[in-house]
């Protein structure tokens, strides 16, 4: 059965109101008071997100007028844009059950981000620029999420690329920051030539670049579980593994802490590094048709979430661990996705896109008041003269720990419960995740505990600017403290009382759920005692965390310390992200660098080429030099070569 397709003219504008924000301010930004640069800003995410409401309520109301569930959509054409061959794209968007809780969360949450921004950049010397930046940024990720088609997808997906450069390296006055933006457009180059040619694989299997055909023709063209799939979803998932931070190339990432704070916030929460998990979930048929792909997902994913989170337990820049705490979360995505439930890994997005926005704010709240410090060592005591920053920011912590009933809880418990129960898991993907979620309580809850807790470590002339936050700045953090909490409801499973809505809103969109591509149904009735059980756990492990943490950090705070001179080697091992940027450096950039330099510039560009070229301007000046000595002005020269070529050319017909 076909996707019912219903025309919806207004789509556009989604798309179209930040890009008309961005141009407006960057023509007329300069001029404008700081206030209106900022509304206008703020108003063009904010009409997004009303219009992509309203879009949902629509598409909501479809299936209850005889429509039925079977992945009705909107859609909005607005032009033919290639038509090459077999090639036909057009600039189309569709707003399906994914894309209505992706365009809810990206322009809901980035709006937010606006507003704050409003407050949090106020005393900037280049405040237009940033807000043309960021309205550019929503555009792209806007336009990614919405495309029909994987080419259109593709042009949001490089521009959020070019955004993320521009933002992260904003302040490029510092050559440190400007290095960092450097190094995400970068290492996202790399994983987009392998999005890239699975892109074209697509095509030239499929002869289409349009989801819902891909979804209507893989199952029927593509062999399940053969090389083909496989390579396809191989490639798609290193473009994945670049945008959304995942090893190896998740190290763009934690530099890209450089950019000012409210970037942070956009980058980590709603919108670039979710762009890899979504599109996995977008393609969800392909996937399941490669279950050898599916794996190496769910692998990856469970490597990252422990991998950064060991690193995240003992960095000292408030910003580095909630950057690390990004890659973690996304891990958990990335094995959510793995083992198929892909359900669960956009639930974990939308929760993980409040409390982390509410995170990287509540930082930025932080540094505000610490005039720019970000070395938790030198906070503490935060509490009493930030009440504000700190009850939300505590949400937002008791979200990620998986404490319930907070968001976090419900999304990624359902991840663990996946892992244990599907039969593309294994309890050692289980067991994986399971660590990392303690290890993300402690050193969570060590954030905390050092920033807002105990007595406050900062020089006298920074204690006597501690203040709260504006209102510009903390009202997102109050609204996205309540998104924390009650934004899991939505996912609250049957077990627990509720009726896991937000899995069966988006069932009618995956293959493994309406039977487009035919899985194993694994065990589907494990006993309610072993689900309560992993429940049960799942808290556990978090409460552990959280102690673990009061005693290190609040009980006995020389504990650290002493730990770390017992294994100095293992302390620096991880305090120094394993050297990973340190291998990358002496084993492919350097290399790199020289192979450049040396073959490709001196010896190619500088030899072969710049050879080639000044070979052929040596020739034709040493030919201008004999033809000058020819035109030397002396008639009786002229007459006696006009008779030599006289005699040559009567010569030659002789012959």
Same mark, same amino acid.
């Given at each position: 059965?076909?996707?019912?397709?219903?025309?919806?003219?207004?789509?556009?504008?989604?798309?179209?109101?930040?890009?008309?924000?961005?141009?407006?301010?960057?023509?007329?930004?300069?001029?404008?008071?700081?206030?209106?640069?900022?509304?206008?800003?703020?108003a063009?995410?904010?009409?997004?997100?009303f219009?992509g409401?309203?879009?949902?309520?629509?598409?909501?109301? #479809? &299936?209850?007028? !005889?429509?039925?569930?079977?992945? =009705? *959509?909107?859609? /909005?054409? %607005?032009?033919?844009? #290639? &038509?090459?061959? !077999?090639?036909?794209?057009?600039? =189309? *968007?569709?707003? /399906?059950? %994914?894309?209505?809780?992706?365009?809810?969360v990206?322009?809901?949450?980035?709006?937010?981000?606006?507003?704050?921004?409003?407050?949090?950049?106020?005393?900037?010397?280049?405040?237009?620029?940033?807000?043309?930046?960021?309205?550019?940024?929503?555009f792209?990720?806007?336009?990614?999420?919405?495309?029909d088609?994987?080419?259109?997808?593709?042009?949001?997906?490089?521009?959020?690329?070019?955004?993320?450069?521009?933002?992260?390296?904003f302040?490029?006055?510092?050559?440190?920051?400007?290095?960092?933006?450097?190094?995400?457009?970068?290492?996202?180059?790399?994983?987009?030539?392998?999005?890239l040619?699975g892109?074209?694989?697509?095509f030239?299997?499929?002869?289409?670049v349009?989801?819902?055909?891909?979804a209507?023709?893989?199952?029927?063209?593509?062999?399940?579980?053969?090389?083909?799939a496989?390579?396809?979803?191989?490639?798609?998932?290193?473009g994945?593994?670049?945008?959304s931070?995942?090893?190896?190339?998740?190290v763009?990432?934690?530099?890209a802490?450089?950019?000012p704070?409210?970037?942070?916030a956009?980058?980590?929460?709603?919108?670039?590094?979710?762009?890899g998990?979504?599109?996995?979930?977008?393609l969800?048929?392909?996937?399941?048709?490669?279950?050898?792909?599916?794996?190496?997902?769910?692998?990856?994913?469970?490597?990252t979430?422990?991998?950064?989170a060991s690193?995240?337990l003992?960095?000292?820049?408030?910003k580095?661990?909630?950057?690390?705490?990004?890659?973690?979360?996304l891990?958990?995505?990335?094995?959510?996705?793995?083992?198929?439930?892909?359900s669960?890994g956009?639930?974990?997005?939308m929760?993980?896109?409040?409390?982390?926005?509410l995170?990287?704010?509540?930082s930025g709240?932080?540094i505000?008041?610490?005039?720019?410090?970000?070395?938790?060592?030198?906070?503490?005591?935060?509490?009493k003269?930030?009440?504000?920053?700190?009850?939300?920011?505590?949400?937002?912590?008791?979200?990620?720990?998986?404490?319930p009933p907070?968001?976090?809880?419900?999304?990624?418990?359902?991840?663990?419960?996946?892992?244990?129960?599907?039969?593309?898991?294994?309890?050692?993907?289980w067991?994986?995740?399971?660590a990392?979620?303690?290890m993300?309580?402690?050193?969570?809850?060590?954030?905390?505990f050092?920033?807002?807790?105990g007595?406050?470590?900062?020089?006298?002339?920074?204690?006597?600017?501690?203040?709260?936050?504006?209102?510009?700045m903390?009202v997102p953090?109050?609204?996205?403290?309540v998104?924390?909490?009650?934004g899991?409801?939505?996912?609250?499973?049957?077990?627990l009382?509720?009726?896991n809505?937000?899995?069966?809103?988006?069932?009618?969109?995956?293959?493994?759920?309406?039977?487009?591509?035919?899985?194993?149904?694994?065990?589907?009735?494990?006993?309610?005692?072993?689900?309560?059980?992993?429940?049960?756990l799942?808290?556990?492990?978090?409460?552990?965390?959280?102690?673990?943490?009061?005693?290190?950090?609040?009980?006995?705070?020389?504990?650290?310390?002493?730990?770390?001179?017992?294994?100095?080697?293992?302390?620096?091992?991880?305090?120094?992200?394993?050297?990973?940027?340190?291998?990358?450096?002496?084993?492919?950039?350097?290399?790199?660098?020289?192979?450049?330099t040396?073959?490709?510039?001196?010896?190619?560009?500088?030899?072969v080429?710049?050879?080639?070229v000044?070979?052929?301007?040596s020739?034709?000046r040493?030919?201008?030099?004999?033809?000058?000595?020819?035109?030397?002005?002396?008639?009786?020269?002229?007459?006696?070569?006009?008779?030599?070529?006289?005699?040559?050319l009567?010569?030659?017909?002789?012959w």
């Open positions: 059965m076909e996707p019912l397709a219903v025309q919806y003219d207004i789509l556009r504008w989604i798309v179209l109101s930040p890009l008309l924000g961005a141009v407006v301010i960057s023509l007329l930004g300069r001029t404008l008071p700081r206030k209106l640069t900022g509304t206008i800003a703020s063009a995410v904010g009409v997004s997100f219009i409401l309203a879009a949902f309520i629509k598409l909501k109301g #479809l &299936a209850g007028h !005889g429509h039925g569930e079977q992945a =009705a *959509f909107l859609s /909005d054409t %607005l032009y033919r844009w #290639l &038509a090459v061959g !077999g090639l036909s794209v057009d600039v =189309a *968007f569709a707003f /399906d059950r %994914l894309s209505a809780v992706m365009v809810l990206v322009a809901g949450v980035s709006a937010l981000i606006h507003i704050y921004s409003m407050g949090y950049m106020a005393h900037d010397k280049s405040y237009w620029r940033y807000f043309a930046y960021l309205n550019l940024f929503v792209f990720m806007l336009v990614l999420v919405l495309a088609n994987a080419v259109v997808m593709f042009v949001g997906w490089e521009g959020v690329g070019l955004c993320s450069y521009l933002l992260i390296g302040w490029f006055e510092d050559p440190e920051k400007a290095y960092a933006g450097k190094k995400a457009f970068i290492v996202n180059r790399i994983g987009d030539f392998g999005f040619l892109i074209i694989l697509i030239w299997t499929l002869g289409t349009n989801f819902n055909e891909i209507g023709q893989a199952p029927a063209v593509l062999v399940a579980g053969g090389s083909l496989t390579l396809i979803c191989l490639l798609l998932f290193l994945a593994t670049g945008k931070a995942q090893i190896p190339l998740y763009w990432l934690p530099d802490m450089a950019g704070t409210p970037v942070s956009l980058i980590h929460a709603a919108t670039m590094v979710t762009a998990v979504y599109m996995i979930v977008r969800n048929v392909l996937y399941l048709l490669a279950p050898a792909a599916m794996c190496v997902v769910a692998v990856v994913g469970a490597a979430a422990i991998y950064a690193i995240g003992v960095q000292n820049d408030i580095k661990v909630l950057a690390y705490s990004t890659v973690s979360q891990g958990y995505m990335f094995l959510a996705v793995g083992v198929g439930a892909f669960a956009i639930f974990h997005l929760t993980h896109a409040f409390f982390k926005a995170l990287f704010l509540g709240s932080v505000h008041a610490m005039s720019g410090k970000q070395d938790i060592r030198e906070m503490g005591g935060l509490k003269k930030m009440p504000v920053t700190y009850w939300t920011f505590l949400f937002a912590t008791l979200a990620i720990a998986g404490i907070f968001a976090g809880f419900f999304s990624k418990d359902e991840i663990l419960w996946k892992a244990f129960s599907s039969p593309q898991g294994h309890w050692g993907l067991l994986i995740g399971f990392a979620a303690g993300t309580a402690f050193y969570m809850f060590r954030l905390v050092l920033t807002f807790h007595q406050c470590r900062a020089d006298e002339k920074t204690k006597s600017h501690l203040h709260e936050s504006p209102y510009l903390t953090l109050m609204v996205l403290g998104l924390s909490v009650i899991g409801f939505v996912g609250i499973p049957e077990i009382g509720g009726g809505g937000f899995h069966h809103w988006l069932a009618p969109l995956l293959g493994n759920e309406n039977g487009a591509v035919q899985v194993s149904a694994g065990v589907q009735h494990w006993p309610h005692a072993v689900e309560y059980t992993m429940i049960a799942s808290v556990a492990v978090a409460v552990a965390g959280i102690f673990g943490a009061w005693v290190f950090y609040i009980k006995q705070p020389e504990k650290p310390k002493q730990l770390a001179e017992r294994w100095p080697l293992l302390h620096q091992l991880v305090y120094n992200k394993y050297y990973i940027d340190e291998i990358y450096n002496v084993f492919i950039v350097q290399p790199i660098k020289l192979t450049s040396f073959l490709l510039w001196k010896i190619f560009d500088a030899g080429i710049d050879g080639v000044n070979l052929t301007g020739s034709v040493g030919l201008g030099r004999v033809a000058a000595r020819l035109q030397n002005g002396y008639a009786q020269a002229y007459a006696v070569t006009f008779l030599i070529g006289v005699l040559l009567i010569g030659s017909f002789v």
